[in-house]
């Protein structure tokens, strides 16, 4: 769970998301405030963000990727695609296609959201 945070949180920093709080994060994974709230101190702790004030509402944290994960979805990505692609050898691309397509559905179905 910890790393799915990390790879949303460095997805969202590489995409230009000003600035992403506790409250971002939550509604990104579906979880609870005290189990992000709990999630975020282990990462913090270990070294993987930073908690600071947020400048636009001093309510919030902003929430940061140390330069330990910064870009970790880039290698989440890649880790995809190599399980991926031996899975899907010898279906063509709208097969693929077809199959990611079906497979958002029953995770939509099972209120799982990537």
Do not use: W
Not at 72 to 93: H, K, M, R
């Amino acid at each position: 769970m910890q790393l799915r945070v990390l790879g949303e949180l460095s997805r969202l920093e590489a995409f230009g998301v000003p600035e992403v709080n506790q409250r971002d994060l939550e509604q990104a994974e579906q979880v609870t405030h005290p189990t992000m709230t709990e999630m975020i101190k282990r990462l913090e702790k270990k070294g993987f963000v930073t908690c600071t004030t947020s400048t636009s509402d001093r309510r919030y944290k902003k929430i940061n990727c140390t330069e330990r994960s910064r870009n970790l979805y880039l290698e989440l990505a890649q880790a995809d695609e190599a399980i991926t692609e031996p899975i899907c050898a010898g279906l063509s691309a709208e097969e693929k296609a077809e199959l990611i397509r079906f497979t958002d559905c029953m995770l939509d179905n099972i209120g799982y959201h990537l």
